[in-house]
């Protein structure tokens, strides 16, 4: 089935800049589009971005785009998320998901906490 | 406000049965698009539970089943079970926003 372990979250000022990681293991990374998503305290799940297997196609949440870029290493079978110009309301847990059957989020990681806050 | 509805809590009895509903729209739902649905525990990795409608992963026990009609779709738990209780989220993707979105989440409560 497979693993995703994300890291990088942290405490940062508001303004600041952020690059999440994501590193799976368990399947083959470089057939499989990927997703990061989120969870702000007390708040639903909200998807951010995607990114095909390759890497050619991306997209991305009206609510961030223009301040966060997706990527991906497939030789390094990583995942990431830059986040920039954070806000208080960037605040949340983020986590990697792969994408599946039906295009299902099949998988997911624990999460990484990002904390905007001066 | 999230573009799929959900309820905000529903409640069972162990053994009972309890249905979530999710109600999107044409840009979504309506337009034939999947509904997945998943399980979560604050502060772990969220659990695909149904994909593509009415489909289980592998591991995933048939007490949990999904239905789709229209622009609404279905989770429905048999046997409730004190382990159940979580927050459970519908996902689909949107025509109009070109992305996926999901559920504001439901909270399951066992009694």
């Known amino acids: 089935e497979g693993q995703l372990v994300e890291s990088g979250g942290g405490l940062v000022q508001p303004g600041g800049s952020l690059r999440l990681s994501c590193a799976a293991s368990?399947?083959?990374?470089?057939?499989?589009?990927m997703h990061w998503v989120r969870q702000a305290p007390g708040k639903g799940l909200q998807w951010l971005s995607f990114?095909?297997?390759?890497?050619?196609?991306?997209n991305y949440a009206d609510s961030v785009k223009g301040r966060i870029t997706i990527s991906r290493d497939n030789a390094k079978k990583s995942l990431y998320l830059q986040i920039n110009s954070l806000r208080a309301e960037d605040t949340a847990i983020y986590y990697c998901?792969?994408?599946?059957?039906?295009?299902?989020?099949?998988?997911w990681g624990q999460g990484t906490m990002v904390t905007v806050s001066s | 406000q999230s573009v799929l509805t959900q309820p905000p809590s529903v409640s069972g009895a162990p053994g009972q049965r309890v249905t979530i509903s999710c109600t999107g729209s044409?840009?979504?739902?309506?337009?034939?698009?999947?509904v997945h649905w998943y399980r979560h525990l604050p502060g772990t990795a969220p659990k695909l539970l149904i994909y593509?409608?009415?489909n289980r992963p592998s591991g995933v026990p048939d007490r949990f089943s999904g239905s789709k009609s229209g622009t609404s779709a279905s989770l429905a738990i048999t046997g409730l079970q004190a382990e159940d209780e979580a927050d459970y989220y519908c996902?689909?993707?949107?025509?109009?926003?070109?992305?996926?979105?999901f559920g504001g989440g439901t909270k399951l409560t066992v009694l």
């Open positions: 998901a792969k994408g599946g059957a039906g295009e299902a989020f099949d998988v």
């Open positions: 368990g399947f083959s990374f470089n057939t499989y589009e």
């Open positions: 990114i095909s297997s390759g890497g050619r196609t991306i």
């Open positions: 044409s840009s979504n739902i309506g337009t034939g698009f999947g």
């Open positions: 593509a409608n009415t």
């Open positions: 996902q689909s993707y949107d025509n109009n926003l070109r992305g996926w979105v």
